[in-house]
């Protein structure tokens, strides 16, 4: 069973500068998070979709964040403007979907650093 | 406010010997338990799980233990091997699930040979 599979591994800009990551979650999983995860830190949930529907976006900084996931498999996660603060690790994750208790999978993350 | 809480941020064990690795948590709601393994450079990984019903559950040499009224969950890890050396992640989810993980600082378990 292929994992969460996530583009680009690295990625340099400058601040103010606009990014983006693309997340293809395991087959047949409804749900898919993204997480920020900042150094030393544990990761922290920024967007949960079930389907192509948002469960949850209270922690997304909606003023310079955004996500989407059309049809419901692959997403984006877009950064526009780029602030300093935005350097770390944005991690993808999915499970089979939100009845019962399912484990999280996770992709190897994008490492964003701003200059 | 930082719900989940691993307060060691480095622990060292020996080859061989037990690794107990520890949790606490501040949210009566959260009813989901999840530890997690990370490798340098990659995803963290599904290690192992405990429902608030259970105070217990084993997975070959991992075990996890729960402790409701402490708010409290460890887990421990025999015999430690090399290839155990990695950041374990606490997290947990709260009653009704929506999988909405709350994580910890992480601790960094070194296996010393």
């Known amino acids: 069973e292929a994992g969460v599979a996530q583009s680009p591994r690295y990625k340099i800009i400058e601040k103010r500068q606009s990014v983006a990551f693309w997340c293809n979650p395991i087959s047949g999983h409804a749900t898919l998070y993204w997480y920020q995860q900042i150094l030393g830190q544990g990761p922290k949930l920024l967007i949960q979709?079930?389907?192509?529907?948002?469960?949850?976006d209270s922690q997304l900084p909606k003023d310079r964040f955004s996500a989407e996931r059309l049809k419901g498999v692959d997403s984006t996660l877009k950064i526009q403007p780029a602030k300093l603060e935005d350097s770390a690790v944005y991690l993808c994750?999915?499970?089979?979907?939100?009845?019962?208790?399912?484990?999280?999978?996770f992709g190897d993350g994008t490492r964003l650093s701003i200059l | 406010d930082q719900q989940v809480k691993q307060n060691s941020p480095s622990l060292s064990v020996q080859e061989g010997r037990i690794s107990i690795l520890n949790c606490d948590y501040t949210n009566s709601m959260f009813d989901y338990f999840l530890w997690y393994k990370k490798y340098p450079a990659e995803g963290p990984t599904f290690l192992i799980s405990i429902s608030s019903i259970k105070d217990k559950n084993e997975d070959g040499r991992f075990t996890v233990f729960l402790n409701k009224s402490a708010k409290h969950l460890s887990l421990h890890i025999v015999p430690s091997q090399p290839g155990d050396s990695a950041v374990y992640f606490c997290a947990a989810s709260p009653l009704g699930g929506a999988q909405k993980l709350v994580f910890g600082q992480g601790t960094r378990l070194t296996i010393n040979p």
């Open positions: 994750a999915s499970s089979l979907g939100l009845l019962g208790n399912q484990p999280q999978h």
């Open positions: 979709f079930q389907n192509n529907g948002v469960v949850d």
